[in-house]
T-cell receptor
Framework: EADIYQTPRYLVIGTGKKITLECSQT?????MYWYQQDPGMELHLIHY???????EKGDLSSESTVSRIRTEHFPLTLESARPSHTSQYLC?????????????FGPGTRLLVL | GNSVTQMEGPVTLSEEAFLTINCTYT??????LFWYVQYPGEGLQLLLK?????DKGSNKGFEATYRKETTSFHLEKGSVQVSDSAVYFC?????????????FGKGITLSVRP
């Protein structure tokens, strides 16, 4: 059973607000990812990290930012939320060695920006 | 570049029907192949995987065989249940050193009627 957590699960917020989506994993995985999932269910990688102090942009350009100060924690921040940011955000992690290709996903945060 | 193509959906079946969901891929080298499942309101879960040609992944009555000659990894189940209603994603991981990332298909929604 994967141990990766996301909070909040649902968030409704007004335009212009700053928000942080939390993601934590207790598996000691070095690699972590953020995906944006559109209403058609397609997944887009927006950020990833190979370890502490490592962050990279993904395949889809995003106005969000991420940080990786601790191995277990990979928060995503939007400085000024807009309706176009309305989406589901999924966090995932994977080990650096061994089963490095298998990603374990959190339950997701569903964001609605009014 | 790498890509995954899934058949168009959605798919609606009656309980106990046979299921096939097609997946083909394009990749350099020898990727690992995955099927992930996303139940309503949840994140993705690994359903099965195969790491080399002719390998068969299986789990929960689902199976898929890695076919290098046809670059395919079709998902099958002999008798679906209502509880199998979910979104199914085919994915590949083509290693680039230790920096492997998953490339997902667009996903397909399966609905099973009682």
């Amino acid at each position: 059973e994967a141990d990766i957590y996301q909070t909040p699960r649902y968030l409704v917020i007004g335009t212009g607000k700053k928000i942080t989506l939390e993601c934590s994993q207790t598996m000691g995985h070095d690699k972590m990812y953020w995906y944006q999932q559109d209403p058609g269910m397609e997944l887009h990688l927006i950020h990833y990290s190979y370890g502490v102090n490592s962050t990279e942009k993904g395949d889809l350009s995003s106005e969000s930012t991420v940080s990786r100060i601790r191995t277990e924690h990979f928060p995503l921040t939007l400085e000024s939320a807009r309706p176009s940011h309305t989406s589901q955000y999924l966090c995932a992690s994977s080990p650096l060695a061994g089963e490095q290709e298998t990603q374990y996903f959190g339950p997701g945060t569903r964001l609605l920006v009014l | 570049g790498n890509s995954v193509t899934q058949m168009e959906g959605p798919v609606t079946l009656s309980e106990e029907a046979f299921l096939t969901i097609n997946c083909t891929y394009t990749a350099t080298g020898y990727p690992s192949l995955f099927w992930y499942v996303q139940y309503p309101g949840e994140g993705l879960q690994l359903l099965l995987k195969a790491t080399k040609a002719d390998d068969k992944g299986s789990n929960k009555g689902f199976e898929a065989t890695y076919r290098k000659e046809t670059t395919s990894f079709h998902l099958e189940k002999g008798s679906v249940q209502v509880s199998d209603s979910a979104v199914y994603f085919c994915a590949l991981a083509a290693l680039t050193g230790a920096n492997s990332k998953l490339t997902f298909g667009k996903g397909i929604t399966l609905s099973v009627r009682p």
